[in-house]
């Protein structure tokens, strides 16, 4: 098989039944993350886990951010531009619930319920500090648009956060 025909049989996916079957693989690549950090921690301590998967998710925001900009064929670097694409964003994609707010100059992302976050809970493990590991992604993904974009991070585990709001992030144009 090759490349041809394998969009043959994406493209024979009953059209209803399409963004079930991108999140399912979605919520797979969700999964290996999960797994790939999980046994790292196992083997090597939840420090060196986090450091990992820092480096790696800043360097899958700048790849993300790239492939999204020539995909949807962006050419604007304003703030709700990137916010759009963000929203593309694999990240974004999965998370189950979420508030996004695009004023001129600034946008504010609220991740109110975490996936990841409550699937720890669920197994009986703490919270993941996941606060450098989102701030890293966000940061060379909002960089990719517009190196003026500032990401700030308001609440992210480990920070104590409400109990109906586990992550907020804040963008906004440097100097405003």
């Known amino acids: 098989m090759n490349r041809v ?3 043959k049989l994406i493209e024979n996916i009953p059209k209803e039944k399409l963004a079930d079957f991108v999140f ?22 939840t420090e060196a ?3 990992i998967d820092r480096r790696v998710w800043e360097i899958m925001g700048k790849i993300e ?4 900009k020539k995909f949807l064929e962006i050419k604007e670097d304003d703030i709700a531009t ?9 990240w974004s994609l999965d998370l189950e619930d979420k508030e996004i707010v695009v004023e001129k ?3 504010v992302l609220r991740n109110v319920k975490c996936r990841v976050q409550n699937t720890r809970i669920k197994k009986g493990l703490s919270e993941f500090g996941c606060k450098p590991v989102r701030w890293g992604f966000l940061k060379s ?15 992210c585990p480990p920070d104590e956060h409400p109990d109906d709001l586990w992550c ?3 963008f906004k144009m440097k100097g405003r």
């Not at 399912?24 to 301590?45: I, K, N, P, Q, T």
């Not at 990137?82 to 694999?90: P, T, V």
């Open 105 to 107: 100059d600034r946008a």
């Open 49 to 51: 886990a986090t450091e």
């Open 5 to 7: 025909e394998d969009r």
């Open 82 to 90: 990137m916010m759009k694409a963000l929203r593309y964003s694999g």
């Open 141 to 155: 993904f909002a960089k990719e648009f517009n190196p003026n974009i500032e990401v700030k991070c308001n609440v």
């Open 65 to 68: 951010a790239k492939k999204l």
């Open 168 to 170: 907020e992030w804040e």
């Open 24 to 45: 399912m693989h979605l919520r797979d690549m969700w999964a290996v993350d999960g797994l790939y950090y999980l046994g790292v921690e196992e083997d090597f301590g």
